[in-house]
C-alpha cells in the first residue's frame, strides 16, 4: 500500500434541468463552467473543456447517485452529454420504472432537487490559485437526478479533497487533534 487515502469520488450539484412529458425526457445542464462554488475552506470552479475527454467513455445516470438505480447510460444511447460553452448539457430518455416514472412526475412539477455529477480528478487535471481549486479535466463518472437536496458534499469530504492535494495540512490536522484529544 502507499500510504495514500482511497480515492473517493466527488459529487457536486447544480438545479437546471426541464421535463419534457411527451417524450419521457429531462434536460439541462448537469455542470456549468465558470461558476464558483463554496466548498468549506476552499472554493472550486469548473474551465471550459474539462469534460471533454470524459464524454467518450460510458458515462451513467442515476437516481440520488445510487448504482442501484440507474436510469440510462451513453453506452445505449438514452443518455446523450456534450460540452458547450456553458457547461456540460445532458439529455435523458426516462426509462419506463417506477423510478422513472417518479423522476418525470417530480421534474413535471418541478420538486426535483436537480442535477449533480460524481467525478474523479486525474493527474493534472486540477490547479490552485490560493484557496481556489480550478478543474482542468474531469473523469466523469456519472450524472445524479436529486430528488431533494442537491447540496455540495458536506464539509469533511470536501476538505478530505483539499488534504489529499497538501498532504502537509492533513499531517498538521491530524497532530492537532491528536493533541487535542490528550486534554479532553
Do not use: C
Not at 425526457?25 to 475552506?41: D, H, N, P
Amino acid at each position: 500500500m502507499s500510504g495514500q487515502p482511497p480515492i473517493a469520488i466527488e459529487r457536486r450539484a447544480f438545479s437546471e434541468m426541464r421535463a419534457v412529458a411527451s417524450q419521457r425526457r429531462i434536460e439541462g445542464y448537469a455542470a456549468t463552467f465558470g461558476s464558483t462554488a463554496k466548498l468549506g475552506e476552499f472554493s472550486e470552479t469548473i474551465q471550459p473543456g474539462a469534460f471533454r475527454s470524459a464524454l467518450a467513455g460510458d458515462i451513467l445516470a442515476l437516481m440520488d447517485h445510487d448504482p442501484g438505480r440507474v436510469l440510462g447510460r451513453t453506452r445505449s444511447g438514452t443518455l446523450r452529454l456534450s460540452e458547450d460553452s456553458r457547461g456540460l448539457a445532458f439529455s435523458l430518455d426516462l426509462p419506463d420504472t417506477q423510478a422513472g416514472r417518479d423522476i418525470l412526475a417530480l421534474a413535471e412539477r418541478d420538486d426535483l432537487g436537480g442535477m449533480s455529477f460524481g467525478f474523479l480528478v486525474p493527474p493534472n487535471g486540477e490547479f490552485w490559485e490560493g484557496s481556489t481549486r480550478n478543474l482542468r479535466t474531469i473523469d466523469l463518472k456519472e450524472i445524479s437526478v436529486v430528488s431533494a437536496f442537491p447540496a455540495y458534499p458536506d464539509t469533511s469530504i470536501a476538505l478530505r479533497s483539499r488534504a489529499f492535494v497538501d498532504d502537509r495540512a492533513r499531517r498538521r490536522r491530524a497532530i492537532a487533534i491528536a493533541e487535542a484529544s490528550q486534554w479532553v
